[in-house]
Nanobody, 126 residues
Framework: QVQLVESGGGLVQAGGSLRLSCAAS????????MGWFRQVLGKEREFVAA????????YYRDSVKGRFTISRDNVKNTVYLQMNSLKPEDTAVYYC???????????????????WGQGTQVTVSS
């Protein structure tokens, strides 16, 4: 059974940093793309960043470019989201997800992801 387990969320002041981790288990993810999404209560889930296990191509939403970095550790089967210069508008539940699609241009769509983690809360105070 595939499992994605996020960790690393918490409360931080504006301007601070957090690193989220997503540990993947249950199968080989070398052909997958991994994504981070976030969701605020009452709003749609939105794309944050994505990376391919092989090759390491990365993608970001515009509002986090230059502040967030997605990376992976193929040995540990773990994906990270380093978040710097956090802003109150980054407050959300952050989800890790895995997608089998080979089409990079769809990685911003939640519907193409096959597996999801349980989410971790990130709260940025002003």
């Amino acid at each position: 059974q595939v499992q994605l387990v996020e960790s690393g969320g918490g409360l931080v002041q504006a301007g601070g940093s957090l690193r989220l981790s997503c540990a993947a288990s249950g199968r080989t993810f070398s052909s997958y793309a991994m994504g981070w999404f976030r969701q605020v209560l009452g709003k749609e889930r939105e794309f944050v960043a994505a990376i391919r296990w092989s090759g390491g191509s990365t993608y970001y939403r515009d509002s986090v470019k230059g502040r967030f970095t997605i990376s992976r550790d193929n040995v540990k089967n773990t994906v990270y989201l380093q978040m710097n210069s956090l802003k109150p508008e980054d407050t959300a539940v952050y989800y890790c997800a895995a997608a089998m699609t080979q089409k990079d241009y769809v990685l911003g769509l939640p519907s193409v992801y096959d597996y999801w983690g349980q989410g971790t809360q990130v709260t940025v105070s002003s």
